[in-house]
Structures are given as C-alpha cells and as structure tokens.
C-alpha cells in the first residue's frame, strides 16, 4: 500500500464558501452585521431555541455565560477534570473557583455518582463536557441538581428564576448532536459551541451561546446582554451606529471584545448548508473503523443509538491493558506511516497551570487511566474511502509492530 499523508484535522471547505465569503467582502460590510444576524438566526433554527448570540470562539461564549449568569468571586463551578483548558480556565476568568470532578470509572464523561457530593452553597454552575460530540448524561446531572436544590443560594435574577444550579454545556465538540430527538442545545440551560478550524462545522475561528427559555426572562434580555459584553459594553452595534445620523452611543460597563464578523459568518451560513451531508460521512467513516477493529483489543465509542447520535467529531479509543509508553510509541508509529494521530485528553491537573494551582492528578484516578492509553484517529469529512483503508491498516499494522496484537 502506498503511503499517504493524512494530516489530523483539515478544514472541509469548498468554493461555495469562497464565494460567500467574496460576497462577504465585496458587499462593504464585514465585521458584524447581516451575515453574523442570519448565521444566529439558522443557528437557532437548526437546535430548536429561540435566540444564539455568535462570538469569537467557544471560549467567550462560555465566559460570557458566566458572567450573564452572574458568576463570580466567592462562586463554584463544577467541571470535569477530563477536558480541555477552556472548559475551566473561563471560571477563573470570572473569579470563580473550579471544583474538578474526575470521571467515572471507564468513562469519558464526569462521575455522575459523585456529582451531588460536590454541590454546595457556593457551586452556581456545572459544565459538562460532550466530548467527543457525545451529549452527557443531563438527565443524571439533573437528579443531582435537584437533590442539594436547598442549598442554591441565588444572588441575581436570573439565578432566582432558575432557584437551583444552573447547568451550561461545554458542547465545543457537539454541535449536531442529538440525544432522545432533542438537539444539543436544547438539552443543558446553556449551550457553548466551537466553530473552531478543527471543528466539524468550522467559521475559522468562532463559537455560539444559545440557550432554553426561562420562565419570567426575556430571551431578548439575554441577547443584549450578550451583545454588551461582546461589544466593549456599547450600547450600539456599528451595523447601527453606521445608519444615517446615528453615531451617538453609551458605554455601559468595561467590557470585552469578542463578536463575530460577517466574513467568519459567512463561512458558516454555508458550512450549515452542508452540514447535514458532512455529518453523514462521519458516521459512515465511524462505522468502518468499529467494523475494522471489532477483533482488535481496542475500546470504542458508542456515537449511535436509537436514542442518540453524535456530532461525530472526534474517534476516541482506547487500547487496552497499555501504559502511557507505549500509546506514544503506537502514535509515532502511525506517524511514520504518514497518519496524523492525537491524544483527547491530557487531563488537567496533569498541566503546569492547573498543577500549580493545586490540584493533583493522583485525585483524579479514572481520568488518569482514560489518558494513558487513549489514541484519536482522523476522522473528518474530507477523508476519502481509500484515506480510510489506509487508517485502519496503518493502525492494525502499528498494534501488531508494537506488540499489541
């Protein structure tokens, strides 16, 4: 077999994109503005809410959240310790302090038994993480929620008309995903998108904050408080300062800089026009690989089901009963052979930040012993049927020269 070279995770990209973004340009307005509003609106109207609000990136949607939220200093914030920086560093960001729950014994996802003991009068949010496009368990992370739901201290008006722990999706990897006919986003309180590269449905850079409607909160309320916070506190937008005679504006708190722009929009009003094909091929890819490795000592996903399906972002396995050593040793391999591997993920308390800040990997057992022998394969929309042959014979090949097999 020839060799390939099959880089990790390229972007899926087409001239239909080119020619929006051309349009983008040429139409004279290309920071936030028509573009960026219809992308919102198509947003809401694939997921099922009423309102998304588009930002920079992922990260921003939740530290934004946060701050809608009103979560601050003297605050929780349970996340798992299995996750990438984002999904924790936004809660420093605010002044919160994170609460790290490890995983459940050969999970991925959080300890939804140990959840409820690490509900205090302090904790104001929980962000799961639908790695790997996987929606969560909610429906545990809820029963936890309302077993310590007399301890939920409310300190603004949105936190009283919830009157319990309010739950925001770390859903970077998800979009898409759908879990007993509802999508994500409209499963958690708050959902935060990716739009990232790497990301199934990619702006370049990009991410969204969209939510459920709360009984006595105007979903419109929200939005603008999005839009203040992303928009440096001003009380305008320049699609709106720019009309006839409308310069004047308010500055109503020091805020950030973190919208959208109608360029990056304008790649993703396409990338949805596509998606649904895109999604289509992942899965199909996804199906290959358990096929090809159902005799092999590997642990897979599960990314379909009568009650749910992924966004099919990431392959995640597991190779089991191998150390640390030797998943290195299989990804080098698979490099040589020109396949692009990765590692989701290395758990937090095993980084510089996260361990300078206290906190010990050795607490984390079961997340430990997901990373160790976890390996990611490519696995994207522009992968061709004999790109997917060459990944599942470069990798039975790299267990059998590792001594896997």
């Known amino acids: 077999m020839d060799k390939r070279n099959i880089p990790f995770s390229p972007p899926d990209m087409s001239i239909l994109e080119v020619e929006e973004v051309k349009d983008a340009i040429l139409s004279g307005w290309i920071t936030t503005g028509p573009r960026t509003k219809e992308f919102e609106k198509r947003i809401s109207q694939y997921v099922g809410t009423n309102k998304t609000v588009c930002l920079?990136?992922?990260?921003?949607?939740?530290e934004l959240t946060l701050h809608v939220l009103g979560v601050g200093p003297g605050d929780e914030v349970i996340v798992p310790a299995y996750t990438y920086t984002a999904s924790c560093s936004v809660i420093y960001h605010v002044g919160a302090t994170p609460v790290m729950i490890d995983c459940a014994k050969d999970s991925f996802e959080m300890d939804y038994d140990r959840l409820a003991d690490l509900i205090t009068e302090k904790t104001k949010v929980i962000i799961p993480v639908d790695i790997a496009g996987i929606v969560c368990n909610y429906e545990k992370i809820y029963e936890a929620i309302e077993s310590k739901k007399h301890l939920f201290k409310p300190s603004n008006d949105i936190q009283k008309a919830f009157n319990r722990v309010i739950v925001m999706a770390d859903c970077a990897h998800g979009f898409g995903a759908i879990q007993n006919g509802l999508h994500a986003g409209v499963i958690a309180d708050f959902?935060?998108?990716s739009f990232h590269a790497v990301k199934n449905l990619t702006t370049a850079e990009?991410?969204?904050?969209?939510?459920?409607?709360?009984?006595?909160?105007?979903?419109?309320?929200?939005?603008?408080?999005?839009?203040?916070?992303?928009?440096?506190?001003?009380?305008?937008?320049?699609?709106?300062?720019?009309?006839?005679g409308a310069w004047e504006y308010d500055i109503v708190s020091p805020a950030y800089k973190c919208n959208m722009t109608d360029i990056m929009a304008a790649i993703g009003l396409v990338q949805l026009d596509r998606y649904e094909d895109m999604l289509k091929w992942r899965h199909e890819i996804i199906e290959r690989y358990n096929e090809a490795f159902k005799d092999l000592p590997v642990t897979v996903l599960n990314h379909k089901g009568e009650t749910h399906r992924s966004s099919g972002h990431l392959f995640l396995l597991r190779v089991n009963g191998i150390d640390e050593t030797k998943r290195n040793e299989i990804i080098i391999k698979m490099a040589e052979k020109g396949v692009a591997c990765n590692v989701h993920y290395k758990p937090l308390p095993m980084m510089s930040a996260y361990k300078n800040l206290g906190f010990d990997i050795k607490d984390y057992p079961n997340a430990y012993a997901q990373y160790i022998n976890e390996i990611t394969l490519p696995l994207y929309s522009k992968l061709t049927n004999e790109d997917v042959d060459y990944i599942i014979q470069c990798f039975r090949d790299s267990l059998e020269e590792c001594g896997c097999c």
């Open 56 to 62: 920079n990136s992922a990260t921003a949607a939740m």
């Open 191 to 193: 959902t935060c998108y």
């Open 206 to 244: 990009g991410g969204a904050a969209t939510w459920k409607s709360i009984e006595g909160i105007d979903d419109e309320d929200i939005y603008k408080q999005y839009q203040l916070l992303s928009l440096h506190g001003q009380t305008k937008d320049a699609l709106h300062k720019n009309q006839l």
